[in-house]
């Protein structure tokens, strides 16, 4: 999409079965799509607002005949007609002013819409568009912009549409007073034209800078309050002010840069309404003294003159406000219309319970011209364990990756109970496969609700035996709240054995056909871990379980044990046979156990 800025490609799923081209979106197109919904209180807004524009030019007519028919003409007994009309008026004014919240109701629709949409388009995204996304520059866009497009609808739509129906009835009833005085009023039109398109050209880009850096000192505030341990563990606040220093300078200089913009056009539409003034008081006193217009019509155009001085004066102050709306939308689109490299297939393969029969055939991936697995193959029957051994970088969360489809594969076959996963249905894919992931992730919740956040209608019993499964029912009991506990963010306030557990709870209670166990127990001590592996074993035969591992002592009861270096697998069999044939695995169980009787290196003992 890097060719395209302000045009983006999306596919139409109708067009695409006819075997048509891709249509062309842009993001104003993109963006009237939601107000379509809309569209009947945007008419009901846009009708009241018409009333008022025309009811606007009823109250300096009725003023002007005052003053010629009851000041000059000494009609007195008209006088209080025209008061009751001016009252009259007034009133109905203020109702249907009151009744322009349709605008406010709309936007608020929109926005509802909208960031509903962007929302569940950010979680169909796969791993590869959030490793070059930073949380906070996405967060902006949910917050920041959609904002700026909610003040659109709700205020500068209708503040445009006024501004102009103002001025355009304000210059035709002028006419009617006097042609030659609403000529010279038009004189200041062209300038006003000018300014407006010389701002508009110099704002955009300052809006989009402002934008930017707002995105950019949004993520770095995100990162550094998630990461706030991390920085007191290493005593850098000085250091870390001082980044943040430089991003506030930089929006700080972005907005200044734009407040720039709008000091410099804003006076100059001050001083042209002020010049419609000026025109009316000399050259139409003139016109009074000369017998062209009584006062009254002076009075009346007078009147009139805030209705064309208003839509002066707003006009600098709308260009920004339309230029903050399609730079945020423009931006929110951008990042919208990136479309996932990992899709589910329209028509996908579904399966209520997978067996758990693993197969990669000839796999490779490679990412950012790097190739991270090369060529691996292994066959899996379910109901096995699987172990997965290797150094650091050596590719083995990226097989589990490729088998779970959150990347897809370069060349080969990723194969379950003998489909290729590229032709299952994603989510009924994912929904048979429990994870305990490297990187524990814990929402804001109770212990209980993470526990049960893949099956969040499971019975209480059903969480706490999965918790005793995973050896952490008796520190959730210890706890103050027990279950209810609320567990502080990304699982703050939690060691790391605790919440590897309750992670590894989790996966269980999902009742999964794939089991997949990614250095889940790393933060545990061996006590711990010999209960897990025992709690393990009863799930022989319900499901294949892959366990990813630096310990030995995780992955030697494994039916099948898989070595990996720099992403091939160099050696796979079971404990006895890898141990015998002296290799990588052998090595690392040296490294492990030491100095260890042959019994045990031929698996019929224990240390």
Sequence with gaps: HSFLPQKYYTENPKEKQKGSRRVIMTPMKWFFSFLKKYRGLMIIGILLTTAVSVLSVVNPYISGQIVDQ?????????????????????????????????????????????????????????????????????????????????????????????????????????FTVNTKLALAMLVVLPFTAFATCRQTKEVRPAFKRNRDCFSSLNAFVQENVSGNRVVKAFAKEDF??????????????????????????????????????????????????????????????????????????????????????TTSVEKIYATYSEEPHVKTPVSGVVKKHLKGEIEFKNVSYRADDEDIVMDVNFKVKP?????????????????????????????????????????????NLRDNIGMAMQDVFLFSDTIEGNIAYGRPNCSFEEVKQAAIMADANHFIQALSDGYDTIVGERGVGLSGGQKQRISLARALLKDPSILILDDTTSAVDMETESY????????????????????????????????????????????????AAGGYYATAFHNQYGEIPQEILNGKGEK
């Design 532 to 579: 897990i592996q025992s709690q393990l074993k009863k799930l022989d035969n319900k499901c294949t379980i892959f366990v990813i591992a630096y310990r030995i002592s995780s992955i030697r009861d494994a039916d099948l044990i898989l070595v990996m270096d720099n992403g091939r697998i160099i050696e796979q069999g079971t404990h006895e046979q890898l141990v």
């Design 70 to 174: 009851v000041i000059s003409g000494g009609k007195y007994d008209r006088l209080m007609p025209f008061i009751g009309c001016l009252i009259g008026v007034t009133i109905v004014m203020g109702v249907l002013r009151f009744l322009f919240q349709a605008f406010e109701t709309a936007s608020q629709g929109v926005l509802y819409d909208m960031r509903d949409k962007v929302y569940r388009k950010l979680l169909e995204e796969d791993f590869a568009f959030y490793n070059k996304k930073r949380t906070g520059d996405l967060m902006s866009r949910q917050t920041g912009d959609m904002d700026a497009i909610r003040h659109f609808v709700a205020y500068v739509v209708y503040m445009v549409y006024q501004s102009v129906l103002m001025f355009v009835f304000a210059l035709l009833m002028i």
């Design 383 to 427: 109901g096995q364990t699987v172990g997965i051994i290797g150094s650091t970088g050596a590719g083995k969360s990226t097989i589990m990756n490729l088998l779970c489809r959150f990347y897809d594969t370069t060349s080969g076959e990723v194969l379950v109970d003998g489909v290729n996963v590229r032709d299952m249905d994603l989510y």
């Design 240 to 325: 870390e002010i001082e980044k943040f220093n430089k991003e506030n300078d930089k929006f700080r200089a972005a907005q200044i840069d734009a407040s720039k913009i709008w000091m410099k056009y804003v006076p100059i539409f001050e001083v042209l309404s002020y010049a419609l003034t000026i025109i009316l008081i000399l050259y139409g006193g003139y016109m009074v003294i000369q017998g062209e217009i009584t006062l009254g019509q002076l009075v009346t155009v007078n009147g009139y003159l805030w209705m064309l001085n208003n839509p002066l004066r707003q006009a600098g102050w709308l260009v920004n406000d339309i230029s903050n709306f």
